[in-house]
């Protein structure tokens, strides 16, 4: 009686087992699942980006709320509320700073920030709006003030950015350079009521975050769904080489 072709001879159980423990074997299993992290993690990075995104638009499109009722007792927010519309209450304070290298329409600038309180005592610090290089800031009207603004996370730079000069707006930075606690990120104003008493204030600056109307970000989502089709795919390429591998004792 003939012997079965070899093509038709599969390895069995204890044979593919016997050469996956072969050091190269075992090598090829420590990339496998270095890849396969690898994998997952970019993966659920770009899933919470999209997340992130979706959440923004969410919190821009909501109603207008005070911003102390975001904050928690550390005073800090949630993330899911970057581009909320907020409303603060208070009156704007003598500390103020001039962010340098900023632009509007193309002119370079300042953007002028200033230190608001709440009137629950906290402290917020609110970009005023946008001045041309060479123009003097109006002193911040301040009078018991309505503010409607966009909530903003603190700005990322390089680090030690502000090591000499504030240039971004860092809560920590301000805090320290102000001498008193504020509420994490920033308020960019939209208006104030009642209006400024005096001309020749800042102009306004569109939010630096989205606030809406932002197409789904397919980009994002699809991405997070490649990554983890490359670990699957990976898998089963590691599985059938090995199989292959095993056959080759026949």
Known sequence: MSSAPES????????????????????????????????????????????????????????AVQV??????????????????VILSGNFTEDELALPNRELDGEAGTWIITRFQLDSGDSIAVVRGFLPASAPAAPADQRPLRIDGVLHPNEEFYEGANAEQI????????????????????????????????TGGPT???PTVQVGNVPFPLQNFFYAIQWWIFAAFAIVVYARWLYLDAKKGF
């Open 204 to 206: 306004p600056v569109p």
């Open 68 to 85: 102390d009722e975001l904050i928690d007792n550390d005073g800090m927010w949630n993330n899911a509320d970057i581009g909320r519309s």
């Open 167 to 198: 240039v971004t707006i860092d809560a920590t930075a301000l805090s320290g350079e102000w001498r008193t606690p504020l509420i994490d990120g920033y308020v960019m104003l939209r208006s104030q009521e009642p209006e400024p008493s005096s």
């Open 8 to 63: 038709k001879v599969r390895p069995s159980a204890q044979d593919i087992w016997r050469t996956a423990v072969t050091p190269r074997w075992l090598l090829a299993l420590a990339a496998l699942v270095a890849f396969i992290i690898g994998c997952l993690f970019l993966g659920q990075w770009q899933w919470d980006r999209t997340q992130d995104i979706l959440a923004a638009e969410r919190a821009a499109a909501s109603e």
